[in-house]
């Protein structure tokens, strides 16, 4: 007879997959790093995995994003574009509706133009898996999102 701990017979993990189509349209109006008058038009395809589990009454939920594709802007240039995001977090017994943990987050953007974009940050990422999303910079460059109201500067992503 084999016995296990009660660890081992208690931890549960699931995992999801998601793709989805990855517009954005970005503009100098938004995105500082961009030339004047700039417009980029982008599309690509988003895969998304998710690892849930859920051990000793508390869930861990990982996370990892990755689109690629293609852009054009106002005059023609054509651009690829790569957006990775990662994140881990878990919840409390105490707090089990509230979940916190680090996000890794970069978007870059290259071609033919005069528009390149390199984006990113690394944050303390606090959510409840639907509207609560906060996101304090520990490290960030380029010029990605406002970090208060999780808007998009130059990762459009």
Sequence with gaps: MLLLP????????????????A??????????????????NGTGTL???????????????????????TATDQAGN?????YSNQFRVSNTKARPRVYSGVMVDV??????????????FLANYTTDLGKLQRIRPIDAFGDPIEFETVTAHCDPL
């Design 78 to 82: 054509q651009y690829t574009f790569l």
């Design 23 to 40: 517009p954005f349209v970005i503009t100098s109006e938004n995105c500082s790093m961009l030339p004047p008058g700039t417009t980029i």
């Design 6 to 21: 009660g660890a081992a017979q208690a931890q549960r993990t699931e995992r999801t997959t998601e793709r989805s189509p």
């Design 107 to 120: 978007f870059t953007l290259q071609g033919s133009g005069p528009a390149t974009l390199s984006n990113g």
């Design 47 to 69: 895969t998304s995995i998710t690892w849930t589990t859920k051990r000793r009454g508390h869930r861990t939920v990982t996370n990892s994003s990755l689109a690629t594709g």
